[in-house]
């Protein structure tokens, strides 16, 4: 995966969609910092994921912007969509793989890096590392630091995405400690003092 360095926010959905939602989203791409856009709605519908992802597609491809579903392959596949995101509780990355062939599958690795190890050798595209900060965004059951990350980043050589509590005061922390991409949410889309473009733009 051949990336602009400029382009390092993996950007995570709200965990609710509301009226102004594509908007913003169109918006907050065209500052042009975002790589990758994942669709993560633990509380919809299939039906309901099926509307909101084609919508967030046609946005994510206007703005060459890789779109990610999250746990779900299948879906993945429906939507066209450019890989999806797998947990250590979801499908095995083999069958996975079976389903959505070649394209882009990512793997939560919490802050192990035996997981790193095993995701890596099962063919992964990339690993999401974390939590590094608290988030309101999924409750936090692992803790990671930047020693974890260092470590984990000598391991391999498919990017690391860092993730949890991401936000404009302790992101370069982490991209100077080897994370190749920064997964943000809340800091986007519930940020108490900016709108969404505001937020994305402070992110330098």
Not at 43 to 69: A, P, T
Not at 152 to 177: E, M, R
Not at 179 to 200: D, G, H, M, Q, R
Request: glycine share 4%; aromatic share 10%; charged share 25%.
């Amino acid at each position: 995966m051949n990336i602009s360095k400029k382009k390092f926010i993996y950007l995570i959905t709200p965990n609710k969609i509301t009226k102004d939602f594509y908007r913003n989203l169109q918006k907050v791409l065209s500052v042009n910092k975002v790589s990758f856009f994942q669709m993560r709605l633990k509380k919809y519908s299939k039906k309901q994921k099926i509307l909101i992802g084609k919508k967030i597609q046609k946005i994510c491809k206007n703005y060459n912007v890789r779109f990610i579903v999250n746990d779900d392959p299948y879906l993945a596949k429906k939507l066209h969509a450019d890989g999806c995101h797998l947990g250590q509780k979801d499908m095995d990355i083999k069958k996975a793989r079976r389903i959505i062939g070649k394209k882009i599958i990512g793997i939560t690795c919490h802050n192990s890096a035996l997981l790193a190890k095993r995701a890596v050798k099962a063919g992964a595209d990339y690993i999401a590392i974390g939590s590094f900060y608290s988030t309101k965004t999924k409750k936090t059951m692992y803790k990671c630091s930047t020693k974890n990350l260092i470590k984990i980043s000598k391991l391999t050589k498919i990017p690391i995405i860092a993730i949890g509590g991401i936000n404009s005061k302790n992101y370069k922390k982490l991209l100077l400690n080897n994370a190749n991409f920064l997964a943000i949410s809340s800091y986007i889309w519930n940020n108490k003092i900016y709108k969404p473009l505001e937020a994305i733009k402070k992110i330098k």
